[in-house]
């Protein structure tokens, strides 16, 4: 499909048209660039008003909401950064940020590595590739409340599967509360999440491989490039742009995964597990949006931040 | 001669159409303005000619309990009084952890129902928000039809508390009574109902057996059944904030000492492992497995025991909460029936609420249901006499202490419980390592910010 001309075309284009004759017709006609741009304008249109009216207008609302003292039902008045320097008093807060960062930086490097491992080994002629490929993709599929209940009564400290197979072999004498000990929550959670996300880095790993010309390969291994030095010089570079789009949107995604850590620990214990999207919840529950938003606000800079580090990388790839 | 349009010009229009189709229906004007409640007065015996016609489909959000029976009787009963008044009728039953949730959002979205069930805390927020009609004759009306209501079922209405208004009908009482295996607790001595929280912790001790049996099966989380630790605070004189409910006094002597006896109790392994994380099911969970001794529960674990369990049903014992060493708080709450101000059918909600408080159709849904009574009409039927937990919330509605007393009960004490910050508070003791200053400070810190904000 042809792109719309550029704005400077469709000047050029006008200055370049003949004038109309007078007595003719006084309706001006457009150039066929002209025209072919103001309908791919018109194309584009029902798109552009579905994100200013879905994304736009929702994304600066909740910016704006975050600055005043609104409450459900009411309109609110303008505070300033009363909400964020609240938050910023609250100990929850502290430790959110701390976990967060944690949650997010274990999960994404688990993914990464362990997804790329297997992506790499799905991609050889293994025996029954495309069942196991076909059984990666569970973990995704299955809906996130199943998942996470499911991890929840793994762990169990009582009648809970992991503990038991602990016990039996002998690892442990008694049962571990994964969930409930400070230093063990955080890594269940980050496992079960792990778990639930890493089939899509698979999947994308896997598509971006499958398009890695095999002379490439070839070519490396007659220059005598081992396993590694393919990987590192050809397989990388290949598959890089692919390797950054999913690390963004998966540290979104992570960031904003509200299911994992409610689900298994409600935040808890204490705030071993507190991330924005809980504390937030916890904001609704006393029905202060304004603070609620400033929670999910803060996220934003981090956002944008890293949305910046990838779209720069990115372009300097296409460069 | 006229001109053929050309294909962009065609699509041109068609998409201006579209654009103009959406700008419409996004702009298009709210409802008409809504008919005031509680005007009507009509007689609970109308017939469909009395009343107006319904704007739209009549809409009620009902509150989600453990009964199934319950929850279709109330939506049977409602459907009925629709086929009666000729009202298309849309009875939506909502899980009660999320109704702050579903009703803000709809709150924000303009699409609250014609008349819903709520707990009264929520009830209050929402009426300060002047989210609610005000329902004073009403209230009154169907008090006088139902012989009077109890008097907490009175309290969760109190005028002094909002505006002057009442604003809701209560429809039941709640609370929790205190559970306990008397299988487990007679052969180790035990044969009477605790009489203090110290003696709970005293027959867990003795008769606990770990890692089968654990004594006090109490929520320590971040859920609403954690809550019951601020119940226990109060007990030992511990207090929320001061009589005038705006400053906190969370950092007492009282305070200091229920902290010492709780996390001793939580140290020496009486609470069952996972009681720091659990969620709203934990403690039905670990009762009905058999692993906890002790639990406080409204009624859902009796209801499962009585259909799935009668082995343990016949092994459980029911008490009041017993008393600490300052005094026994014994927590009842109301649940209650509400129209939203944004309602379009008031008066058709107005009749409906006197249909639902009927006398006969109460005492048929508590049968069901997990309530004590709300009214002096409801007192005798009987459930109250038959079943052993309906006994307990027939003497949580009658001498219980009214939502958070000795505390103020104001929105402050709302969110302060909505943050469950004495949960929490315990658990920076027990999983954190704080010292009990230190959690206090913190705490106290916390709640001094909560009750600041409805200070200003």
Same mark, same amino acid.
């Given at each position: ?161 992991? +503990?038991?197979?602990?016990? #039996?072999?002998?690892? @442990?004498?008694?049962? /571990?509360?994964? &969930? !409930? %000990? ?50 590192? +010089?050809?397989?990388?570079? #290949?598959?890089?742009? @692919?390797?950054?789009? /999913?690390?963004? &949107? !998966? %540290? ?68 | ?456």
């Amino acid at each position: 499909m042809r792109a719309p001309a550029p704005f400077t075309d469709i000047i050029m284009a006008e200055q370049a048209a003949p004038a109309i004759p007078s007595g003719e017709t006084q309706r001006r006609r457009l150039t066929l660039s002209q025209s072919n741009a103001l309908l791919g304008y018109f194309l584009v249109a029902p798109v552009v008003v579905c994100l200013l009216v879905l994304v736009v207008y929702p994304f600066l609302f909740a910016i704006w909401i975050s600055f005043t003292d609104r409450m459900v039902g009411q309109p609110g008045k303008f505070v300033g950064f009363e909400n964020y320097l609240y938050l910023m008093r609250q100990p929850s807060f502290q430790a959110t940020i701390r976990n967060t960062i944690v949650l997010v930086v274990s999960v994404q490097t688990l993914k990464l590595v362990l997804g790329m491992g297997i992506a790499l080994l799905l991609n050889q002629p293994i025996r029954g590739r495309q069942i196991w490929r076909g059984l990666i993709l569970l973990p995704w599929a299955m809906p996130a409340f199943v998942a996470f209940i499911t991890w929840k009564l793994l762990l169990a400290p009582q009648g809970g599967a992991i +503990n038991h197979i602990l016990i #039996s072999l002998g690892l @442990v004498e008694t049962h /571990v509360d994964f &969930l !409930s %000990t400070k230093a063990l929550a955080m890594p269940s959670v980050i496992a079960a999440s792990f778990w639930r996300g890493f089939p899509f880095w698979v999947i994308a790993f896997l598509a971006a491989l499958q398009n890695v010309p095999k002379e490439l390969y070839e070519a490396a291994a007659m220059d005598g490039a081992g396993a590694w030095a393919r990987f590192r +010089n050809v397989t990388i570079p #290949s598959i890089r742009h @692919v390797v950054l789009v /999913v690390i963004l &949107l !998966s %540290t979104i995604w992570t960031t904003n995964s509200f299911e994992a850590v409610w689900l298994m620990t409600q935040g808890g214990p204490s705030d071993a597990t507190m991330t924005f999207p809980v504390l937030a919840y916890f904001g609704l529950q006393s029905l202060r949006i304004g603070e609620a938003a400033a929670v999910s606000v803060s996220l934003l800079p981090v956002f944008g931040i890293l949305i910046f580090i990838i779209a720069k990388m990115l372009q300097e790839e296409d460069a | 001669m006229r001109r053929v349009p050309t294909k962009w010009q065609r699509a041109l229009q068609i998409m201006t159409l579209l654009l103009l189709l959406a700008v419409a229906a996004a702009c298009a004007a709210p409802a008409a303005a809504p008919a005031p409640a509680d005007g009507g007065g009509e007689a609970a015996g109308e017939t469909a000619s009395d009343m107006p016609a319904a704007e739209g489909t009549f809409t009620y959000w009902g509150g989600l309990i453990f009964s199934e029976t319950a929850n279709q009787m109330l939506v049977d009963r409602i459907e009925q009084w629709g086929a009666e008044r000729g009202v298309d009728v849309e009875v939506v039953m909502i899980n009660q952890n999320e109704t702050v949730q579903r009703v803000s959002a709809a709150i924000e979205a303009g699409t609250m129902p014609d008349a819903l069930d709520v707990g009264r805390t929520f009830m209050d927020l929402l009426a300060i928000q002047e989210q609610l009609e005000p329902l004073d004759d009403l209230y009154a009306e169907i008090g006088d039809s139902v012989g009077g209501w109890l008097p907490a079922a009175d309290e969760s209405t109190n005028p002094d508390r909002i505006d002057g208004h009442r604003y809701g009908i209560p429809f039941s009482l709640g609370g929790n009574v205190l559970y306990r295996r008397a299988d487990v607790l007679e052969p180790a001595g035990f044969t009477e109902a605790p009489a203090t929280w110290e003696e709970i912790a005293d027959m867990s001790r003795a008769a606990q057996s770990p890692p089968d049996t654990y004594g006090m099966g109490f929520a320590l989380s971040n859920v609403g059944d954690a809550n019951i630790t601020t119940t226990m605070l109060q007990a030992w004189g511990g207090r929320i904030a001061d009589d005038a409910g705006t400053t906190c006094t969370i950092d007492s002597a009282e305070t200091r000492a229920f902290l010492e006896w709780i996390t001793t109790a939580f140290n020496d392994g009486l609470f069952p492992p996972g009681a720091t994380t659990w969620d709203g099911a934990g403690d039905n969970v670990a009762y009905q497995s058999g692993n906890a001794i002790f639990i406080a529960n409204p009624g859902s674990v009796y209801l499962y025991m009585r259909d799935e369990d009668p082995e343990l049903g016949d092994a459980t014992r029911y008490s009041a909460f017993p008393a600490g060493p300052a005094m026994r708080v014994a927590p009842v709450d109301a649940n209650l029936r509400v129209i939203p101000t944004s309602s379009k059918n008031k008066e058709l909600a107005v009749d409906l609420l006197k249909y639902l408080a009927d006398p006969e159709f109460m005492k048929e849904y508590y049968y069901h249901a997990i309530y004590g009574p709300a009214a002096q009409g409801y007192v005798d039927a009987p459930i109250f006499t038959e079943s052993p937990v309906h006994q307990g919330l027939l003497d949580l509605a009658l001498n219980g202490t009214f939502g958070s007393l000795p505390d103020v009960n104001n929105p402050a004490l709302s969110e302060y419980q909505t943050n469950f910050l004495t949960p929490r508070m315990i658990q920076r003791i027990v999983v954190d390592g704080v010292s009990i200053d230190d959690a206090i400070a913190e705490t106290q810190e916390a709640c001094q910010a909560i009750y600041d904000k409805y200070n200003e």
